[in-house]
């Protein structure tokens, strides 16, 4: 099992980025895909970014691409998602997510975060 904590949320002006951190622990964590969603009130969970711990692929939906950066560090086995030119519609609770299977991380991925609220005023 993995245990996922993310930092870095808060409130944000228009036009400003944002570097999320997502700290990874567990005697598996080196062999997971990771990942970013975001969850907006009312709305359904949106996928945004995954990348292989082990490698560095990396895979972003097109219609996110441009804004949205995930990176990783595995000497601190902490995942990074950059989203720049903030908007109001950015505002959600953001999570980090974790899955062996890097096939699964877009649709159901096993572990999760707490979440960090962003939220992004104009």
């Known amino acids: 099992q993995v245990q996922l904590v993310e930092f870095g949320g808060g409130l944000v002006t228009t036009g400003d980025s944002l570097t999320l951190s997502c700290a990874a622990s567990?005697?598996?964590?080196?062999?997971?895909?990771m990942g970013w969603f975001r969850q907006a009130p009312g709305k359904e969970r949106e996928f945004l970014a995954a990348?292989?711990?082990?490698?560095?692929?990396?895979y972003i939906p097109d219609s996110l691409k441009g804004r949205f950066t995930i990176s990783r560090d595995t000497a601190k086995n902490t995942v990074y998602l950059r989203v720049d030119s903030l908007k109001p519609e950015d505002t959600a609770v953001y999570y980090c997510?974790?899955?062996?299977?890097?096939?699964?991380?877009?649709?159901?991925?096993?572990?999760w975060g707490q979440g960090t609220q962003v939220t992004v005023s104009s």
């Open positions: 567990g005697r598996t964590a080196s062999s997971y895909a």
């Open positions: 997510a974790a899955d062996p299977i890097a096939e699964r991380l877009p649709s159901d991925p096993r572990e």
């Open positions: 990348i292989i711990w082990s490698g560095n692929d990396t």
